[in-house]
T-cell receptor, first 109, second 114 residues
Framework: RKEVEQDPGPFNVPEGATVAFNCTYSNSASQSFFWYRQDCRKEPKLLMSVYSSGNEDGRFTAQLNRASQYISLLIRDSKLSDSATYLCVVNRGSYIPTFGRGTSLIVHP | GAGVSQSPSNKVTEKGKDVELRCDPISGHTALYWYRQSLGQGLEFLIYFQGNSAPDKSGLPSDRFSAERTGGSVSTLTIQRTQQEDSAVYLC????????????FGSGTQLSVL
């Protein structure tokens, strides 16, 4: 089993839709979690950190479920500009951050 | 600028030649990472530098790959005797203290081995 797994998609949704992605991780000792966004042919950029209590930033909500070992990202009221690949990242203390392969989102008019 | 800077942005080379890729991290960041990303694939970890500690080289795919970080700042990734399978985008990232923090990425070097 891979350390971090994501559904590659693509998720193809209309503008205004709500879409959610999950990311599962295998190591229960994982400590910190992030969502990054990567546009085509660009570098990844931090979208948001994922806290145990969950966190929200505008239309984006991230949640952590330690019991089931997954994190989620919810995007409400999707915009065309949300089209990108969303990477989840899992850290175990001093170990190297592990990236998922990403989930592709396409928002169409 | 204040971001992570990588050069060159594009490199085309012939099979068997050596290449050097440069990364200039954000000033004051102690941690520096090299990843590579092949077309349509995820990020593959290569090497990690943390302060003055010995680097974590566990991700280097072969002994043709090496990297150094001078003075705790600029890093150079060297690929000797390049092969076609080395073609990828090489991404450098830095973070302030270590792996539990957010990473700031450079815009990458697109390496094409003909």
């Amino acid at each position: 089993r891979k350390e971090v797994e994501q559904d590659p998609g693509p998720f193809n949704v209309p503008e205004g839709a709500t879409v959610a992605f999950n990311c599962t991780y295998s190591n229960s000792a994982s400590q910190s979690f992030f969502w990054y966004r990567q546009d085509c042919r660009k570098e990844p950029k931090l979208l948001m950190s994922v806290y145990s209590s969950g966190n929200e930033d505008g239309r984006f909500t991230a949640q952590l479920n330690r019991a089931s070992q997954y994190i989620s990202l919810l995007i409400r009221d999707s915009k065309l500009s949300d089209s990108a690949t969303y990477l989840c990242v899992v850290n175990r203390g001093s170990y190297i951050p592990t990236f998922g392969r990403g989930t592709s989102l396409i928002v169409h008019p | 600028g204040a971001g992570v800077s990588q050069s060159p942005s594009n490199k085309v080379t012939e099979k068997g030649k050596d290449v050097e890729l440069r990364c200039d991290p954000i000033s004051g960041h102690t941690a520096l990472y090299w990843y590579r990303q092949s077309l349509g694939q995820g990020l593959e970890f290569l090497i990690y530098f943390q302060g003055n500690s010995a680097p974590d080289k566990s991700g280097l795919p072969s002994d043709r790959f090496s990297a150094e970080r001078t003075g705790g700042s600029v890093s150079t990734l060297t690929i000797q005797r390049t092969q076609q399978e080395d073609s990828a985008v090489y991404l450098c990232a830095s973070s302030l203290l270590g792996p539990n923090e957010k990473l700031f990425f450079g815009s990458g070097t697109q390496l094409s081995v003909l």
